[in-house]
């Protein structure tokens, strides 16, 4: 089995998985053979079934892991199974006729208009002059996290105000920057004078030179979100991007390319997050609404 697991994980390498999406299947299917190991099952990929894999999963709900964490590590299983068959390391695909837990429908947090002023209200300083060229990105234009940490140099072109991004699955995608946006990194720029390691490239670093981690970002980001509410992480940022865009009338299709959004019923999720809004100015404002 472990062999099969370092087999699988070789593919993702070969075809160009991004690191952390390789990291999480690897963790994902750390956690099975932990399962498997912990409940006696036999350590051999043709030896799993059907049943094994839905006590998995009850595994996991009696460790009251969320439905998504769920979801996640059962497509983890899915893509493993699949590529086992595809190489006839096992006659059938035991994960194939497993069904994915039910997602919970949570409507996105985003901020409203008079929380995003709140947001860019930063003090002075070097490291405010970087995180608001950060938050800038992530809302101003919807980058998500991994984007925001992956940026070079060379990434964001000033002149023409756009920036050049890699999504998930390493899809290429020309962002605008508005005028904002564009104003806050040539300010970062110009302000940074601190020494850069040899051969990075990053566009936002940390004080030692490095590139910005992810982990990085979040805890910087974090610092500022907290001054405005409750519950929002760097995420909440790119939604509340796609949301506002959708309130002042923007096309969907037009939102779905600026997201890098694959299918568009990921982008379509907010539409529900508007039309909530406007149902109770509705309520609110119409005389004979009740």
Known sequence: MRESVVLFVDRLTTRQYSPRTIATYTRDLDR??????????ALDVKRIDTPVLREYLAWLYDRKLARSTRARA????????????????IPTNPAAIVSFPKPEKKLPLFLRDREVDKLFT???????????????????????LAEVAGLDRGSA???RGEIRVFGKGARERIVPLGREAVRALRV??????????????????????????HRGIQ???????????????????????????????????????L????????????????????????????????
């Open 219 to 257: 805890r910087r980001v974090g610092i500022w979100l907290r001054r405005v509410g409750p519950g929002l992480t760097v995420h909440s940022l790119r939604h509340t991007f796609a949301t506002h865009l959708l309130e002042q009338g923007a096309d969907l299709r037009a939102v779905q390319e």
């Open 122 to 144: 930063l003090p002075a300083g070097k490291l405010a002059l970087r995180d608001l060229a950060l938050l800038e990105l992530l809302y101003g234009a919807g980058l998500r």
């Open 157 to 159: 072109d000033l002149v």
């Open 32 to 41: 099975f053979l932990s399962f498997l190991e912990s409940g006696g099952h």
């Open 188 to 213: 970062y720029l110009e302000a940074e004078t601190d020494p850069t390691a040899p051969g990075e490239e990053a566009l936002f670093r940390n004080v030692r030179g490095r590139r910005l981690s």
């Open 74 to 89: 059962l497509a983890t299983l899915k893509s493993f199974f699949r590529e086992m068959h595809r190489e006839e390391r």
């Open 259 to 290: 997201l890098g959004h694959r299918h568009l019923s990921s982008t379509q999720r907010y539409t529900h997050v508007t039309a909530d809004r406007l149902r109770k100015i509705y309520q609110r404002a119409h005389p004979r609404a009740d």
